[in-house]
């Protein structure tokens, strides 16, 4: 799994970070958290994820891979085009 999300990442540096900040957001929201709620269940601050909103940066691989688990959505989700 991890050579998959790796590659996958590797791919996603090249889509929009605008659209990855919107998925992001979009599944946030479809659960009801707030960034600070998402943040203190994914062990980040609620800056960081307001950072990965913005579409400022894309989350290192460990981070996206406890968001996508908390989000319950498949990596790809947030990385594919």
């Known amino acids: 799994m991890v050579r998959q999300v790796i590659q996958l990442y590797t791919e996603a540096i ?3 970070p605008k659209i990855f900040a ?4 979009d ?3 479809e659960y009801g958290y707030s ?3 998402l943040g203190l269940r994914v062990g980040l ?3 960081s ?3 990965y909103e913005k ?4 989350p290192p691989i460990s981070n996206l891979i406890r968001i996508s688990k908390e989000l319950k959505k498949d990596v790809e989700y947030f990385i594919k085009d």
Do not use: F, H, N, P
């Open 35 to 37: 960034q600070k709620q």
């Open 49 to 51: 994820i307001s950072i």
């Open 55 to 58: 579409g400022s940066v894309y």
């Open 27 to 29: 599944a946030r929201e």
């Open 14 to 16: 090249k889509m929009t």
């Open 22 to 25: 919107k998925r992001l957001k």
């Open 45 to 47: 601050s609620d800056k």
